[in-house]
């Protein structure tokens, strides 16, 4: 499979100020169970350096029925049921794609 089949997923989540500890907790369990799914090449959770309210996931999967596996499975739903009392607001999902370019060094 070429790295064009790839999808790449970056979801940016906000938490309310007094919820970002439970919501890490809930972040990084469900970045482990995620990690072992078909299809699942990647999966990172990171927090800003400067606000420590905003999460964002960068994600890689081999395809896009590998994305629909991941969002119809029971530790996402079980995830997203934990976090929706901690967000701050809707998460943003974006599916990606890397900006081609020619380097002439």
């Given at each position: 499979m070429s790295g064009r089949?790839?999808?790449?997923?970056?979801a940016e989540i906000r938490a309310r100020a007094e919820t970002v500890a439970a919501l890490a907790?809930?972040?990084?369990?469900?970045a482990m169970e995620t990690r072992h799914e078909p299809?699942?090449?990647a999966y990172e959770v990171y927090r800003s350096r400067d606000d420590a309210a905003f999460f964002q996931t960068v994600e890689r999967w081999a395809d896009?029925?590998?994305v629909d596996a991941h969002l119809r499975s029971a530790h996402v739903g079980a995830a997203l049921a934990?976090?929706?009392p901690l967000l701050r607001a809707a998460p943003v999902v974006r599916i990606v794609e890397?900006?081609?370019?020619t380097c002439t060094m």
């Open positions: 089949d790839e999808v790449v997923v970056i907790t809930v972040l990084r369990r469900l299809g699942c090449r896009l029925a590998a934990a976090a929706g890397p900006l081609e370019f």
